[in-house]
């Protein structure tokens, strides 16, 4: 076994740790409460399955199904890599990204939708470039089964198949588009804002910012000179939709990222394929590059792991990226500690994660983030600092 596979499989197994630990110990967020309690889909049939077979894990219960698909999306990652890469060093190159991204980390330890969308393209990908073609066309209606996110994936394999002049896959496409459509409809709405920054700063953040702008550049000069296969094209598509959408309104980046994400085996060809055309002495340059978008993927990945100890440096607590997961839970283990077991938060997300660590809703405290006459403080502390407060008050006092 090589050094490099011995070094893969060692990033993995400590990539496995460390998600298991996050996944046990981060609260419970407000998309995830919201969606737990108001839905009813696979992301919640998931959830609901994982408290059922592990109901004393408080949090890793409902995201233990999310683990499993996670390690689902690296082996078909891997295989995608190996039907498009040649050599172990590209492949494991694209894997270890894969493997790094804050994106696919995220999706991992959350209870979302990411995890099901890309292990069903993936599926796809792998029979459609294996040319099992009939059992690639009979994965395509699982993702209608999945989310909205399947009329951005249906209109990108529409433009493939028509450019291709590949008419079974374009009668399908069309039709489960239609389908889609008169499902979940297309989400254009409000006054026209641009969001293009925000959603170019999103998806750096789901990348890394060097990392992203390198895969903007791969994907731009493969559009001219590169091999336009249907992973760039998908790719490239929801990519450019994205950010056209988004000079008009604000666009849920999870929608469109999952089908993004998986051509970053075409960047790392496109790498590879400038490196090694160059003479030795003047391949210095881009390991120095190689190696400094690497280093700042690792980091943002460990600051996305290993975020709690910001609360203690941070000037401002409450605008920490986590505090929507924290503050609630340790808002409610503070009022647990007055004896506080049932109170009026609202209608809101922090009512549900609320719900979720045991409050019944109603009774006879009211729950505010603001001052208010009659109020008690309950301070909100991280190792003995104030992190925020929240306020209670006797209803009809």
């Known amino acids: 076994m090589s050094r490099l596979r011995l070094f893969v499989l060692a990033l993995l197994a400590a990539h496995l740790m460390v998600l298991l630990w996050v996944a046990a110990n981060l609260p419970i967020g407000p998309h995830e409460?919201?969606?737990f309690y108001t839905q009813h889909n696979l992301v919640t049939a998931l959830m609901e399955l994982g408290r059922n077979l592990f109901p004393d894990a408080e949090f890793l219960n409902i995201r233990a199904p999310f683990l499993v698909l996670h390690l689902l999306n690296l082996y078909l990652f891997y295989r995608l890599c190996r039907q498009i890469l040649k050599d172990d060093t590209a492949i494991y190159t694209a894997f270890i990204i894969f493997l790094l991204l804050p994106g696919i980390v995220s999706s991992a330890v959350l209870a979302t939708s990411t995890g099901l969308i890309l292990a069903v393209y993936q599926a796809f990908l792998i029979l459609y470039l294996q040319k099992r073609e009939v059992a690639a066309l009979a994965v395509l209606p699982l993702f209608l089964f999945i989310d909205k996110s399947s009329v951005i994936f249906y209109f990108a394999l529409m433009t493939y198949a028509l450019w291709q002049r590949k008419i079974p896959l374009l009668?399908?496409?069309?039709?489960?588009f239609a389908f889609a459509v008169s499902v979940y409809g297309i989400q254009m709405h409000g006054k026209p804002v641009n969001y293009f920054v925000d959603t170019v700063a999103l998806y750096a953040a789901i990348f890394s910012p060097l990392l992203f702008?390198?895969?903007?550049?791969?994907?731009y000069r493969i559009l001219f000179k590169g091999e336009k296969n249907i992973i760039w094209h998908i790719s490239?598509?929801?990519?450019?939709?994205?950010?056209?959408i988004s000079l008009r309104q604000r666009i849920?980046?999870?929608?469109?990222?999952?089908?993004?994400?998986?051509?970053?085996?075409?960047?790392?060809?496109?790498f590879f394929r400038s490196y090694?055309?160059?003479?030795?002495?003047?391949?210095?340059?881009y390991g120095y590059a190689a190696a400094l978008v690497f280093?700042?993927?690792?980091?943002?990945?460990?600051?996305?792991?290993?975020?709690?100890?910001l609360f203690s440096v941070l000037e401002n607590p409450s605008r920490h990226f986590a505090a929507p997961f924290y503050l609630p839970y340790w808002c409610a283990e503070a009022l647990k500690a007055r004896g506080i077991r049932a109170v009026d938060a609202g209608d809101g997300k922090f009512a549900y994660q609320l719900r979720f660590y045991g409050f019944e809703k109603g009774g006879a405290?009211?729950?505010?983030?603001?001052?208010c006459v009659g109020c008690e403080s309950v301070t909100i502390r991280y190792k003995n600092r104030p992190v925020t407060v929240c306020y209670v008050s006797k209803i009809n006092n």
Do not use: G
Not at 213 to 218: C, G, K, V
Not at 254 to 270: G, R
């Open 33 to 35: 409460a919201k969606l």
């Open 171 to 176: 009668a399908v496409s069309i039709t489960l």
């Open 213 to 219: 702008l390198y895969f903007f550049y791969a994907m």
């Open 236 to 244: 490239f598509t929801v990519l450019l939709l994205s950010l056209v």
């Open 252 to 270: 849920p980046i999870e929608d469109f990222a999952p089908y993004v994400i998986v051509a970053i085996p075409m960047m790392v060809k496109l």
């Open 276 to 285: 090694r055309v160059r003479l030795p002495q003047f391949r210095r340059r």
């Open 295 to 309: 280093a700042v993927l690792v980091l943002n990945t460990a600051i996305l792991l290993f975020h709690k100890p």
């Open 365 to 371: 405290w009211k729950l505010s983030k603001k001052p």
